[in-house]
């Protein structure tokens, strides 16, 4: 089946640092990425579609000078968290939709940020 | 995309069929019903998806109602892997493709 990798699956880091959480689809490729976030206890909500060679849409109530989305190639994408805050720590969870029309989603595995 | 309406939490004995309802009263004629799930601190996992035909896969089983409006997910013998807080999400096959996820509902199943 198909497979989308995250990494890091853990990430702490101190307040005001920027980390990139990287997307891949390892087996297929993918024009389009999305990008959830979900806290605790509660559902995923969708921050951005990523297209491939384009800019993300961002959904509305998401920064998108804080939360930068690059999708260079039909394999990767990744998500940067600039100056990050506590509040920003949270389970953030990438899709990929197959070049294929297939309709179908694959989630990766999530990231974990904490940050302190 | 419709907005759907699910049990916040159910339970059911492990072995047995855990069938899990949706009300999309409001879906539209050319969107699809979606199941997903997602295990504690996991990314969601694909289940099944129909349109208007009920569906089977090695997973589940999805019914849909005749007038589309209610749908259930059809766990055949639920086992303890199971548990987990599954999403019903109804999209329509346009050029977003994005999934909106609603509450859930959180399926334990007992030993």
């Known amino acids: 089946g198909a497979v989308v990798s995250q990494h890091p699956s853990r990430v702490i880091c101190k307040s005001g640092t920027s980390v990139k959480i990287e997307c891949r689809s390892l087996?297929?490729?993918?024009?389009?990425m999305f990008w959830y976030r979900q806290f605790p206890k509660q559902s995923l909500m969708l921050m951005a579609t990523?297209?491939?060679?384009?800019?993300?849409?961002?959904e509305q109530g998401v920064e998108k000078d804080k939360f930068l989305i690059n999708h260079a190639s039909l394999t990767l994408s990744t998500l940067t968290v600039t100056s990050a805050h506590p509040e920003d720590s949270s389970f953030y969870i990438c899709?990929?939709?197959?070049?294929?029309?297939?309709?179908?989603?694959?989630f990766g595995e999530g990231s974990r940020l904490t940050v302190l | 995309d419709a907005k759907t309406t699910q049990p916040p939490s159910m339970d059911c004995a492990e072995g047995r069929a855990a069938n899990l309802p949706c009300n999309h009263s409001?879906?539209?004629?050319?969107?699809?019903v979606y199941w997903y799930r997602q295990i504690h601190s996991q990314g969601p996992q694909y289940i099944i998806h129909g349109l208007k035909n009920n569906e089977t896969n090695e997973m589940a089983s999805l019914i849909i109602t005749e007038d589309r409006k209610s749908s259930t997910l059809i766990l055949p013998h639920a086992t303890l892997r199971d548990t987990a807080v599954y999403y019903c999400i109804v999209r329509a096959m346009d050029s977003s493709y994005k999934l909106i996820f609603g509450s859930g509902t959180r399926l334990l199943v007992r030993p």
């Open positions: 409001t879906i539209s004629g050319n969107e699809y």
């Open positions: 899709s990929a939709r197959p070049t294929e029309n297939t309709g179908e989603l694959f």
């Open positions: 990523s297209n491939e060679g384009s800019k993300a849409t961002y």
């Open positions: 087996d297929f490729q993918a024009t389009t």
